[in-house]
């Protein structure tokens, strides 16, 4: 089945830092990914959307200049999370649109991000 | 108000019992409705989806859903352990290259 590999599961580091989530297809070609953001116990926010080539586009009320999105290849899209600060500190997850209709979205295992 | 409404739960059962989870809409242009299941730490994933109204069943699990009332459900029968889980609701206008809509779940455990 299809599989997405998010990496890495668990990142801890310092206020201002920058932070690198990727997200890959392993086993088909995704001409478009999704991230998300999850606080405990509330709903996925869809953050924006990432079409291959081309800018991502995000919702209401995301910083795009805060959260890079690059979706370079047909199967990595890469969410950077520029000068974090604690209120960074979320689970962020990523799906990846697989073509196929029994699958709507195929979510990755999502990376925990705890900015000190 | 919230697109999607879910109650977070907890709701705890016994094995075997059957399970009925809920979520409300308020926007009747939605067409697609999904259920998933996200363990602790980990990505959600499909357990079934739905176009417009009526039911769909797939083993233990049925999926039902209420346009008119902006109401669908998911029933789980012979309820297990290992379906302790949280359950995420979502609804989408469109099947694909769309956002999806998600309840905040509702948090399942069923004791052995």
């Known amino acids: 089945g299809a599989v997405v590999s998010q990496h890495p599961s668990r990142v801890i580091c310092k206020s201002g830092t920058s932070v690198k989530i990727e997200c890959r297809s392993l086993?088909?070609?995704?001409?478009?990914m999704f991230w998300y953001r999850q606080f405990p116990k509330k709903s996925l926010m869809l953050m924006a959307t990432s079409n291959e080539g081309s800018k991502a586009t995000y919702e209401q009320g995301v910083e795009k200049d805060k959260f890079l999105i690059n979706h370079a290849s047909l199967t990595l899209s890469t969410l950077t999370v520029t000068s974090a600060h604690p209120e960074d500190s979320s689970f962020y997850i990523c799906?990846?649109?697989?073509?196929?209709?029994?699958?709507?979205?195929?979510f990755g295992d999502g990376t925990r991000l705890s900015i000190l | 108000q919230k697109e999607v409404e879910q109650d977070p739960g907890p709701l705890s059962v016994p094995e075997g019992a059957i399970v009925s989870l809920n979520c409300t809409y308020s926007?009747?242009?939605?067409?697609?409705f999904m259920w998933y299941r996200q363990y602790s730490r980990k990505g959600p994933e499909l357990l079934m989806y739905?176009?417009?109204?009526g039911n769909k069943e797939d083993g233990r699990f049925t999926a039902q859903v209420d346009k008119s009332s902006k109401y669908i459900s998911l029933f789980i029968r012979d309820s297990q352990p290992s379906d302790s889980a949280t359950y995420l609701c979502?609804?989408?206008?469109?099947?694909?290259?769309?956002?999806?809509?998600f309840g905040s779940g509702t948090k399942l455990n069923v004791k052995p």
């Open positions: 086993d088909f070609q995704a001409t478009t």
């Open positions: 799906s990846a649109d697989t073509g196929d209709s029994n699958q709507p979205q195929h």
């Open positions: 926007n009747s242009a939605f067409q697609y």
């Open positions: 979502a609804m989408s206008f469109t099947y694909n290259f769309n956002k999806f809509y």
């Open positions: 739905t176009y417009s109204s």
